[in-house]
């Protein structure tokens, strides 16, 4: 069998499938970003998954696209991880998230972007990924993702700047207490995905003015930042967006695209499936 996964830092989502394609089935585990998690807690989410337990010595080849796999450094580290656990696996190949949302959603020139529990974005020239930017994580960049709606939703909250309607719903849905948000933020692991863990709530409100508000915000500062190296290739190619967040924007920054003269193109929520037509197509 072939395993296949798009791996963010809160979800992974994994296909796995026969050479004829003929055979298949999804799980989803926890995420899976080498450069938050130790070896240990990787092995504990690989393992916690009984549906992917059961297959890993079936497996004989894995491709992993995710979160914090930029580098050869925590590449390398996860493809050891993951050769632990598919045992017999003879070809594992780790590569980082934007190469897996080119392959997702195109094979022409285009600009794509990330919009998950992080942000990111390239352009691809129809043979080769473009990178402008260092990924600096959720403290610096991440623009528009999930943790920084998440980091403005609180800062909204605690600055008393939430219309009373909002203040009462968010409050009967998220423990909010002071001291176990900054126990969350400042003394447990992945306080990215935990700010990510608010972003919902933003998302489900979005008709209201406060939040429509929040969101213009978030998308200007990605559009303004992110976007700004790549003006040339987007006044002649689609920009493409992979990503829950981008997903359930999209008709917001579908109208914010084109009032400055951009093509939106593609907005897949999950690409694990146009991930599975990629391998079946070069197979």
């Known amino acids: 069998m072939i395993a296949i996964a798009d791996g963010g830092s809160t979800k992974c989502d994994w296909i796995l499938f026969d050479q004829s394609g003929s055979s298949r089935f999804k799980v989803?585990?926890?995420?899976?970003?080498?450069?938050?998690?130790?070896?240990?807690?990787?092995?504990?989410?690989?393992?916690?998954?009984?549906?992917?337990?059961?297959?890993?010595?079936?497996?004989?080849?894995?491709?992993?696209?995710?979160?914090g796999c930029g580098t050869p450094k925590f590449a390398g580290f996860l493809e050891k991880?993951?050769?632990?656990?598919?045992?017999?696996?003879?070809?594992i190949?780790?590569?980082?998230?934007?190469?897996?949302?080119?392959?997702s959603c195109t094979s022409e020139p285009g600009v794509i972007a990330i919009l998950g529990t992080g942000s990111n974005c390239c352009y691809f020239d129809g043979r080769e990924i473009k990178v402008r930017m260092p990924s600096l994580g959720y403290?610096?960049?991440?623009?528009?993702?999930?943790?920084?709606?998440?980091?403005?939703?609180?800062?909204?909250?605690?600055?008393?700047?939430?219309?009373?309607?909002?203040?009462?719903?968010?409050?009967?849905?998220?423990?909010?207490?002071?001291?176990?948000?900054?126990?969350?933020?400042?003394?447990?692991?992945?306080?990215?995905?935990?700010?990510?863990s608010f972003a919902p709530f933003v998302l489900e409100n979005q008709g209201h003015p406060f939040m429509q508000a929040l969101l213009d915000e978030?998308?200007?500062?990605?559009?303004?930042?992110?976007?700004?190296?790549y003006k040339k290739e987007l006044k002649q190619y689609p920009i493409h967006f992979v990503g829950s967040i981008a997903y359930h924007c999209r008709e917001r920054l579908s109208a914010m695209l084109e009032e400055r003269g951009m093509m939106p193109g593609k907005f897949i929520r999950r690409p694990i499936d146009g991930l599975l037509e990629y391998h079946m197509d070069h197979m």
């Open 218 to 229: 978030a998308l200007n500062s990605f559009i303004a930042t992110h976007l700004s190296f």
């Open 93 to 103: 190949r780790v590569s980082e998230d934007l190469i897996g949302a080119v392959h």
């Open 139 to 196: 403290t610096l960049m991440d623009d528009a993702s999930g943790n920084h709606l998440g980091k403005l939703l609180l800062r909204a909250y605690y600055f008393k700047q939430l219309p009373a309607d909002l203040e009462g719903l968010f409050e009967a849905n998220y423990k909010v207490k002071p001291a176990k948000v900054k126990k969350n933020l400042y003394k447990k692991d992945y306080p990215n995905a935990y700010l990510a």
């Open 28 to 67: 989803r585990t926890r995420g899976l970003n080498p450069s938050m998690l130790k070896r240990s807690e990787i092995e504990r989410r690989l393992y916690e998954s009984l549906d992917l337990s059961d297959f890993r010595r079936l497996v004989t080849e894995v491709y992993f696209y995710g979160a």
């Open 81 to 91: 991880n993951l050769g632990s656990f598919f045992e017999n696996a003879t070809r």
